[in-house]
T-cell receptor, first 108, second 116 residues
Framework: EDQVTQSPEALRLQEGESSSLNCSYTVSGLRGLFWYRQDPGKGPEFLFTLYSAGEEKEKERLKATITKKESFLHITAPKPEDSATYLCAVGSGYALNFGKGTSLLVTP | DTGVSQNPRHKITKRGQNVTFRCDPISEHNRLYWYRQTLGQGPEFLTYFQNEAQLEKSRLLSDRFSAERPKGSFSTLEIQRTEQGDSAMYLC??????????????FGAGTRLSVL
């Protein structure tokens, strides 16, 4: 059975303080690992998809990396507007199997 | 705005009533998905359509739930005889289909259901 575990559950950073979010996964036949951002009361917003170990994707202050068992979302010099819940999901069939997310708060 | 559209955004109903939600996917996307999300959890898969065919249903989709996608365009999700445990955010997503790179799912803003 596919499993996705995200850590930490919550993270508080000061503006400019870089950190990483972790997504550990087990899946039979990976059809992509996906990172989404979700703001309160809104639907998930697609950020990145990674397909194989060693792959990296970058967008502004965010960088996603992946190994055979984990993915990391690195946040460099975060700003308050980066505050949100970050969701990791794996695709093994048609459905996405999501973790519970990491709630990130960036304070000025 | 050419994103995924969901209506209504909020629905308050009494236990035992029926409710129906609508999802309009991105126009060229032939795959459509429904998920349910409760507070503090990630979205959970409910069902999947390719064009008008419903190809996969989760065990979460009890017999009180039914989904349709007539003519492969918009989709509706109906919940009959609602229960308080049905209170959640119902999310719709769509994807282009085809190879892996085309199967990125884009989500709507969701319909928040509150069952009193």
């Amino acid at each position: 059975e596919d499993q996705v575990t995200q850590s930490p559950e919550a993270l508080r950073l000061q503006e400019g303080e870089s950190s990483s979010l972790n997504c550990s996964y087990t899946v039979s036949g990976l059809r992509g690992l996906f990172w989404y951002r979700q703001d309160p009361g809104k639907g998930p917003e697609f950020l990145f998809t990674l397909y194989s170990a060693g792959e990296e994707k970058e967008k502004e202050r965010l960088k996603a990396t992946i190994t055979k068992k984990e993915s990391f979302l690195h946040i460099t010099a975060p700003k308050p507007e980066d505050s949100a819940t970050y969701l990791c999901a794996v695709g093994s069939g048609y459905a996405l199997n999501f973790g519970k997310g990491t709630s990130l708060l960036v304070t000025p | 705005d050419t994103g995924v559209s969901q209506n209504p955004r909020h629905k308050i109903t009494k236990r035992g009533q029926n409710v129906t939600f609508r999802c309009d996917p991105i126009s060229e996307h032939n795959r459509l998905y429904w998920y349910r999300q409760t507070l503090g959890q990630g979205p959970e898969f409910l069902t999947y359509f390719q064009n008008e065919a419903q190809l996969e249903k989760s065990r979460l989709l009890s017999d009180r739930f039914s989904a349709e996608r007539p003519k492969g365009s918009f989709s509706t999700l109906e919940i009959q005889r609602t229960e308080q445990g049905d209170s959640a955010m119902y999310l719709c997503a769509s994807s282009l289909g085809g190879g892996l790179a085309k199967n990125i799912q884009y989500f709507g803003a969701g319909t928040r259901l509150s069952v009193l």
